[in-house]
């Protein structure tokens, strides 16, 4: 079962939870702050410990340009699940990442052969680069993870499965908590507490289920405490 919330309710929880209704100092600037860290650091769980759940496909695939090394990686882009995969004629085939001692190889091309294969990968900057940078137009096809989605606007929607929002709830609390320098030893217990049952649910969860996070088309990194 889900549970949605706009951004206006999970402020409003949290402000009911923790005593801050008549707060003039814990603005919806810094509560959407907390809020949008919450949502991150629970993102950084379904990262580490059951990656499938939140792993989507390019749509559309990259498109190479003949003569450039850099294909734009998706805007959403935070890590990359398995290796590109190289659309060409039917076949779907793997790219293999480059190796720095393999720079000395680039003129043979018969050294990258990997089933038609005729160059390596890397992530740089922001992009996709090929090497050597293919001659012609190619189709390069991404199984990725989309980084944490900031809530900006107060009806944006942040989805939990079986209440697990609440794990967003108690972050934004304790972060509360310790911007007043009030006690936060309850909160530190209670995100233990919640993501002891995220991880079980995570373990037990079929894998043909909806996906736990919904992309809200609007993002940027939020990992950093």
């Given at each position: 079962?889900?549970?949605?919330?706009?951004?206006?309710?999970?402020?409003?929880?949290?402000?009911?939870?923790?005593?801050?209704?008549?707060?003039?100092?814990?603005?919806?600037?810094?509560?959407?702050?907390?809020?949008?860290?919450?949502?991150?650091?629970?993102?950084?769980?379904?990262?580490?410990?059951?990656?499938?759940?939140?792993?989507?496909?390019?749509?559309?695939?990259?498109?190479?340009?003949?003569?450039?090394?850099?294909?734009?990686?998706?805007?959403?882009?935070?890590?990359?699940?398995?290796?590109?995969?190289?659309?060409?004629?039917?076949?779907?085939?793997?790219?293999?990442?480059?190796?720095?001692?393999?720079?000395?190889?680039?003129?043979?091309?018969?050294?990258?052969?990997?089933?038609?294969?005729?160059?390596?990968?890397?992530?740089?900057?922001?992009?996709?680069?090929?090497?050597?940078?293919?001659?012609?137009?190619?189709?390069?096809?991404?199984?990725?993870?989309?980084?944490?989605?900031?809530?900006?606007?107060?009806?944006?929607?942040?989805?939990?499965?079986?209440?697990?929002?609440?794990?967003?709830?108690?972050?934004?609390?304790?972060?509360?908590?310790?911007?007043?320098?009030r006690p936060s030893g309850d909160h530190a217990e209670t995100i233990k507490e919640l993501e002891r049952q995220l991880l079980s649910a995570l373990e037990a969860r079929d894998q043909s289920g909806p996906d736990y996070l919904v992309d809200h088309g609007r993002g940027w990194p939020l990992w950093e405490v």
């Amino acid at each position: 079962m889900t549970w949605q919330r706009t951004l206006a309710e999970l402020r409003n929880e949290v402000r009911e939870t923790g005593g801050y209704r008549r707060s003039t100092s814990l603005t919806d600037a810094i509560l959407n702050k907390f809020i949008n860290r919450g949502i991150a650091a629970v993102h950084e769980i379904l990262v580490k410990h059951n990656p499938d759940f939140i792993m989507v496909r390019t749509n559309p695939d990259l498109t190479t340009t003949p003569g450039s090394a850099d294909v734009a990686l998706p805007g959403d882009f935070y890590k990359l699940r398995g290796r590109p995969l190289l659309v060409r004629g039917g076949r779907i085939l793997k790219i293999h990442e480059f190796e720095i001692d393999e720079e000395g190889d680039f003129e043979d091309i018969a050294v990258f052969g990997n089933d038609g294969v005729d160059f390596r990968y890397m992530l740089q900057a922001g992009n996709l680069r090929l090497v050597p940078a293919p001659t012609t137009t190619e189709t390069i096809r991404l199984w990725y993870l989309p980084h944490a989605t900031e809530l900006v606007d107060d009806t944006d929607v942040y989805n939990g499965v079986n209440g697990h929002e609440s794990l967003v709830i108690e972050h934004a609390l304790f972060r509360a908590a310790k911007r007043d320098r009030r006690p936060s030893g309850d909160h530190a217990e209670t995100i233990k507490e919640l993501e002891r049952q995220l991880l079980s649910a995570l373990e037990a969860r079929d894998q043909s289920g909806p996906d736990y996070l919904v992309d809200h088309g609007r993002g940027w990194p939020l990992w950093e405490v």
